[in-house]
């Protein structure tokens, strides 16, 4: 009885650790491939997604701000061991580390105005193209026409400006002179054998002067062709010359009071589109006659300050011209050159 008893246990001990044995096999087999599929880069797809955003690699979006355009020092990720950052191996750009500010040119003379004028002047300079307040003569702009010639004698005309220094002067036609807005203009005028001359318009050349006709001094005529020529085919333009004869002058005409004047300014660069007088406070424009004079028929303004504008919007004001009948009384300003 105690032999059959004990035999029993045996085997059955015997045949449990027979069955035991494939099963820890096969439990190590299960482990060894969850280990397998943890190890990193093995291609376990969403598994090994979570370890390296909670790393800090180089692989995880920066959470500092996006550096402002123009800052010199940009934000950057934090630094891994399978990326460097890129400051460790990036090269300075050598225009980043030699490159200067360049020039802009030198910086630009102030105008005449400005250095000879009052302080009171105001300067609006414009581009020749576009100057607002031209008439029919406009700047950048090229006219074609006829020259012909007449004796100029000592270079007066219509204008009223008086004998001229030099005889390369000329009269506008009726249309162009435009009830004296030409006068005082500098053209420069190319005939098609290649010469040319600048004259200073002083006159008027009356009807039948046809638009983009200008009749030319016998003296400004011949530096074109012979006057034999007569007619001559032409292109001219408005200038605003390098060389101004001095400072404006202003002129009184002849009757001139504190109850009626009449105002004509001398000598300017460039064409005259205004002038105007205070008076109560204000400025008053006065009107231009086809003689070159600005009249103040009720006497308001004469013998004040007197503000002159050109035809590219510059105004100078001059003080201190006193109510003198035709004298040529010299101010202090000129127009800046276009």
Known sequence: MKATRHAAPQWNRGRRLILGIPLALVAIGVLA?????????????????????ASGTATRPSTQPDAPAGDPTPATAPPSAATPPPSATATPSPSATTSTPKPSGPPASPPPSAATGSARSAPAPASPATASLAGRIKPGT???GVATSYDAADGNGACSFGPSDDMMVAAMNFTDYERSRACGASVLVRAA??????????NECPLPCAPGQLDLSHQAFGKLADLSVGRLPITWSLLSPGTAPGTMSIRYKPGSSQ?????????????????????????????????NYFLSPDGSGCGGSLRVTDIYGEQLTVDGIAVKPDVVQPTRVQFARH
């Not at 054998?193 to 002083?202: D, E, K, L, P, W």
């Not at 660069?269 to 231009?288: F, K, M």
């Open 33 to 53: 491939l969850l280990a397998f599929a943890l190890l990193p880069g093995s291609g376990g797809g969403g598994a090994s997604a979570e370890p390296a955003a």
């Open 142 to 144: 090229g006219y074609q």
């Open 193 to 202: 054998n290649g010469a040319s001359v600048t004259v200073r318009i002083v």
């Open 259 to 291: 109850w009626w004047c009449g105002i004509q300014v001398i000598g300017h660069r460039n064409p005259v589109a205004a002038l105007e007088v205070q008076a109560g406070g204000s400025w008053r424009q006065l009107t231009r006659t086809d003689y």
